[in-house]
């Protein structure tokens, strides 16, 4: 079966839960969708290397400090970034983690497939719960990877530097920030879709129209 998306509802759900019910959580979701391989608390923990009872152990809650390599090698085996077992992986916005059976890496078919331009559409957002679109800007010219992750770097440093000092004290730097985000797009891709840049245009066009005002019709 395809990998899905974690819901808000379920990061919602997973913001308030422990670790032995975020454990168990993606354990009985990535049963459903993988067809490879079973996540019976048996067959998990043969592969992991330890006692079903260590896992129904954790999952219960009797196992407060689980060892952190047992905690590491469980979220290798359901395929979610380890931060996903952890409290401070909530205590933001809504992150947007691939869950399920992984899907077959797309082959590059030529050098050039490792460039790319980087983007960004700027929107300003009222305290009132409204936004206002101001900027969709590119860079005019490839960038290889490298590239491409030290300039999304500044640009979430850029927007970083604008948090309360309480905030960022346990943040990880924006070049980290910015790694992870693109070693995810190839991990996975079912969480960053790639699509026609002319239909995004097609989709930025028809929705500011629908909200633009139209004015006075009189002569």
Same mark, same amino acid.
């Given at each position: 079966?395809?990998?899905?998306? $974690?819901?808000?509802?379920?990061?919602?759900?997973?913001?308030?839960? !422990?670790?032995?019910?975020?454990?168990?959580?993606?354990?009985?979701?990535?049963?459903? $969708?993988?067809?490879?391989?079973?996540?019976?608390?048996?067959?998990?923990?043969?592969?992991?290397?330890?006692?079903?009872?260590?896992?129904?152990?954790? *999952?219960?809650?009797?196992?407060?400090?689980?060892?952190?390599?047992?905690?590491?090698?469980?979220?290798?085996?359901?395929?979610?970034?380890?931060?996903?077992?952890?409290? *401070?992986?909530?205590?933001?916005?809504?992150?947007?983690?691939?869950?399920?059976?992984?899907?077959?890496?797309?082959?590059?078919?030529? *050098?050039?497939?490792?460039?790319?331009?980087?983007?960004?559409?700027?929107?300003?957002?009222?305290? !009132?719960?409204?936004?206002?679109?101001?900027?969709?800007?590119?860079?005019?010219?490839?960038?290889?990877?490298?590239?491409?992750?030290?300039?999304?770097?500044?640009?979430?440093?850029? $927007?970083?530097?604008?948090?309360?000092?309480?905030? $960022?004290?346990?943040?990880?730097?924006?070049?980290?920030?910015?790694?992870?985000?693109?070693? !995810?797009?190839?991990?996975?891709?079912?969480?960053?879709?790639?699509?026609?840049?002319?239909?995004?245009?097609?989709?930025?066009?028809?929705?500011?129209?629908?909200?633009?005002?139209?004015?006075? !019709?009189?002569?």
């Amino acid at each position: 079966m395809p990998r899905r998306i $974690l819901t808000r509802e379920e990061f919602e759900y997973l913001k308030t839960s !422990d670790l032995g019910e975020r454990l168990k959580f993606f354990r009985k979701e990535a049963g459903k $969708l993988h067809s490879s391989k079973a996540f019976t608390t048996t067959a998990m923990s043969e592969r992991v290397g330890v006692s079903h009872q260590t896992i129904i152990s954790i *999952e219960r809650g009797d196992s407060k400090k689980p060892a952190y390599q047992l905690i590491y090698k469980i979220t290798q085996d359901l395929g979610i970034p380890f931060d996903a077992l952890t409290n *401070e992986f909530y205590q933001g916005e809504l992150q947007l983690i691939a869950i399920g059976e992984p899907s077959e890496p797309a082959s590059e078919s030529t *050098e050039e497939s490792s460039l790319s331009y980087i983007g960004a559409i700027v929107y300003q957002a009222f305290t !009132d719960g409204m936004m206002r679109f101001i900027h969709d800007l590119q860079s005019s010219r490839p960038l290889d990877k490298e590239q491409f992750i030290a300039s999304l770097g500044r640009i979430i440093g850029e $927007l970083e530097s604008l948090k309360a000092s309480e905030e $960022l004290f346990n943040q990880p730097h924006p070049a980290i920030k910015a790694t992870t985000l693109f070693n !995810d797009m190839g991990k996975y891709p079912d969480a960053f879709p790639v699509f026609p840049r002319a239909s995004w245009n097609e989709h930025q066009s028809s929705f500011i129209n629908n909200y633009e005002s139209k004015g006075d !019709d009189k002569a």
